[in-house]
T-cell receptor
Framework: DAGVIQSPRHEVTEMGQEVTLRCKPI?????LFWYRQTMMRGLELLIY????????DSGMPEDRFSAKMPNASFSTLKIQPSEPRDSAVYFC??????????????FGEGSRLTVL | AQTVTQSQPEMSVQEAETVTLSCTYD???????LFWYKQPPSRQMILVIR??????QNATENRFSVNFQKAAKSFSLKISDSQLGDAAMYFC?????????????FGKGTRLSVIA
């Protein structure tokens, strides 16, 4: 399996622009997580999905952030409008519940966002 | 809510020596997973070792081992015969087993440097 695939790997944009981050989870995984990593706050959970349904979005910082999972193989995290304080590395991770669940999360390589 | 604390922001070790990274957590639950993840400069989070709380035996993976003290809510990682490739950020993480749906809660991380 190719693992969790995220794009873009790097994104530089200007304040006020829309940013869309993409994620393809591991095939067969039914949980998908979006995390944000900053030096100050470490790894923060933004939102997670089960079978394409958002379960907990309490970590989403504000209304400028939205996430969707239209099908089992694709998810987006959108920031509109973006602000400099959104600069961070955004990770997508997936997991398989059930007998194959070892508790482990499988991470993508992250998308580094810089908002000027 | 569960919390994970890593009290050492940075550590260093001489190549071939042994180093121990500390982690404590707070929970009222009795059944859970604990993990150590490694994040090299490439950014991707890689699972190093996992421990199930109901198992008294400390987990071991080659040069990596843990000291799991359930009563003290402590979960330290020992790296033996340190290698240059061990240099990375190390994150301790907790996950409840009760609901089956819970995401990982991460500590702030410890940056490990390996000195040749």
């Amino acid at each position: 399996d190719a693992g969790v695939i995220q794009s873009p790997r790097h994104e530089v944009t200007e304040m006020g622009q829309e940013v869309t981050l993409r994620c393809k989870p591991i095939s067969g995984h039914d949980y998908l997580f979006w995390y944000r990593q900053t030096m100050m706050r470490g790894l923060e959970l933004l939102i997670y999905f089960n079978n394409n349904v958002p379960i907990d979005d309490s970590g989403m910082p504000e209304d400028r952030f939205s996430a969707k999972m239209p099908n089992a193989s694709f998810s987006t995290l959108k920031i509109q409008p973006s602000e400099p304080r959104d600069s961070a590395v955004y990770f997508c991770a997936s997991r398989n519940k059930g007998l194959a669940d070892t508790g482990e999360l499988f991470f993508g390589e992250g998308s580094r966002l810089t908002v000027l | 809510a569960q919390t994970v604390t890593q009290s050492q922001p940075e550590m260093s070790v001489q190549e071939a020596e042994t180093v121990t990274l500390s982690c404590t957590y707070d929970t009222s639950e009795s059944d859970y997973y604990l993990f150590w993840y490694k994040q090299p400069p490439s950014r991707q989070m890689i699972l190093v070792i996992r421990q199930e709380a109901y198992k008294q035996q400390n987990a071991t993976e080659n040069r990596f081992s843990v000291n799991f003290q359930k009563a003290a809510k402590s979960f330290s990682l020992k790296i033996s015969d340190s290698q240059l490739g061990d240099a990375a950020m190390y994150f301790c993480a907790y996950r409840s087993r009760y609901s089956g749906n819970t995401p990982l809660v991460f500590g702030k991380g410890t940056r490990l440097s390996v000195i040749a």
